[in-house]
């Protein structure tokens, strides 16, 4: 038990370190502010017509009438982008930071977000543009190939294989057993449900959904998550509207706290300004995973006349996680109070949740929520693990992946799994490493190629004729 003690402080002491003020937080906001400066605010001003071309437009036309080559539309591939981020992360996560860090944890997120979006966009394209045919003639995209292809010489190699290791390994903690647990233990603590019994449920969802390859996963998110953000979004704003008055006070919170601390009160032990930044930061790029590259991945395989188009709806998907999903959150939890109720994470929303019109349901609510949050999460993930194990391995290694992955869920559905959560944290922030050193090395070809683009096509609604179309490397 020493040994598996030394293991679990080491494997702390690295989540600490990477995800600490160090290293990723300033890293991650640094690479973020920098590239919005190359960009000259890009996600600020084309914010409205990227969201027009993601949400309503929904896909290109075919390459046959002039349009870019791909597996699944670009509203797919933002949708299964959506399904990886937004994640448990959006209810326990959001409510962590402010239990910890106090209300001005929440505008700390939203600067994370609001920069992040330049990295979203940035990696988006990079995938785009240098995305592959593999031997199935499916697109293959994201760090593990833009890092090879963009940045010549040994450097680039050693980049991509780190983030394909990396990343396929953190598929199997972030990206299913730890949220097949949150799952199992939700619904077990709610409703009675044996957490054996969720995780088969959650084997023979996941394994016929994955079986389709990213054509049935793209038709699936498609589907699946505007409805569950839908659904916590509406039942968000049932107790927004019962404590409507709480409203302006809660902002002025946010914004006052994060440069002020917050005051012990209730519950809450108080905090400081560097507190509010810490766990407002990390918590905010774990929810979005701006920077980390994982979007990228999905970005690669969709439809589109040229990357800029891709890069522009890719990067909506860090708005509406963050700025609209992870707000509703921190408003629920500020305004009814429940940030001092000295409750922790997922218990803490359902506290606030239970607040107003779903006095009764509240707990039911938040269960519902994250097991729509986290099931999706698993779809979305379980395509980047397999996408980057196949650049490693080659194709021969997908249905294997696929099938490991699956059962996966089980083993997550039903263990304690304290030591995987550090393990998962240690590698989704070791992802984003080589993928940030990429994203600033190739800032200039993203700057110079998007300038370009946007000079002819500004308001994204030009035909497909008037456009330069690409091709994939085959």
């Not at 509203?75 to 209300?103: D, E, R, S």
């Not at 780190?162 to 299913?176: D, E, Q």
């Not at 917050?262 to 920077?291: D, H, I, K």
């Not at 500020?334 to 359902?350: L, N």
Request: hydrophobic fraction near 50%; include cysteine.
């Amino acid at each position: 038990m020493r040994g598996v003690d030394s293991f679990a402080d080491f494997i702390a002491a690295a989540s600490s370190f990477v995800w600490g003020p160090f290293l990723l937080i300033p890293l991650l906001l640094g690479t973020g502010l920098y590239l919005t400066i190359r960009l000259k605010g890009l996600q600020f001003r084309k914010l409205g017509p990227a969201l027009r071309l993601g949400l309503l437009q929904r896909k290109e036309a075919s390459a046959g009438d002039g349009g870019g080559e791909g597996d699944i539309s670009h509203y797919q591939a933002l949708t299964t982008a959506l399904a990886a981020t937004v994640g448990v992360g959006n209810i326990a996560g959001v409510a962590t930071a402010i239990g910890i860090g106090g209300p001005g944890a929440l505008f700390w997120m939203w600067v994370t977000g609001l920069l992040g979006m330049a990295s979203k966009y940035s990696e988006a394209f990079l995938g785009s543009k240098f995305r592959v045919v593999d031997e199935k003639g499916e697109q293959r995209g994201g760090p593990q190939e833009y890092l090879k292809r963009g940045i010549r010489g040994p450097l680039g190699t050693i980049l991509a294989v780190a983030f394909a290791v990396f990343a396929a390994l953190a598929a199997f903690g972030i990206g299913n057993m730890t949220q097949t647990n949150t799952i199992a233990q939700s619904l077990d603590d709610t409703f009675g449900v044996p957490p054996l019994a969720t995780g088969i449920v959650i084997v023979l969802f996941v394994g016929v959904v994955l079986l389709g390859g990213i054509k049935r996963i793209g038709a699936v998110t498609a589907s699946f998550v505007p409805t569950m953000i839908l659904f916590y979004i509406l039942a968000g704003l049932l107790v927004l509207g019962a404590n409507v008055t709480a409203i302006p006070d809660a902002l002025a919170l946010v914004f006052t706290d994060a440069f002020t601390g917050t005051a012990a009160t209730g519950g809450f032990v108080g905090s400081t300004v560097a507190l509010a930044l810490q766990f407002g930061v990390a918590r905010g790029l774990f929810s979005n995973e701006s920077g980390l590259g994982s979007a990228a991945i999905v970005a690669a395989a969709a439809k589109t006349h040229h990357p800029v188009r891709q890069g522009l709806v890719s990067m909506t998907q860090t708005f509406i996680d963050t700025i609209v999903v992870v707000s509703f959150t921190g408003l629920v939890i500020i305004t009814s109070g429940a940030w001092t109720s000295g409750e922790e994470g997922a218990a803490m929303t359902s506290t606030a949740m239970s607040s107003g019109p779903l006095a009764q349901f509240g707990g039911a609510v938040v269960a519902i929520a994250v097991v729509f949050f986290a099931l999706s999460t698993v779809i979305g993930w379980a395509y980047y693990g397999e996408r980057c194990a196949t650049s490693l391995f080659g194709i021969r290694v997908s249905l294997p992946y696929r099938a490991i992955f699956t059962l996966v869920c089980l083993v997550g559905a039903v263990w304690e799994l304290d030591l995987v959560w550090g393990v998962a944290d240690v590698l989704n922030g070791l992802m984003a490493l080589p993928n940030l050193v990429g994203l600033l090395l190739l800032s200039g070809l993203i700057a110079r190629e998007t300038r370009a683009y946007l000079a002819k096509d500004p308001d994204l609604t030009d035909p497909p004729a008037a456009l330069e179309d690409f091709a994939p490397v085959r």
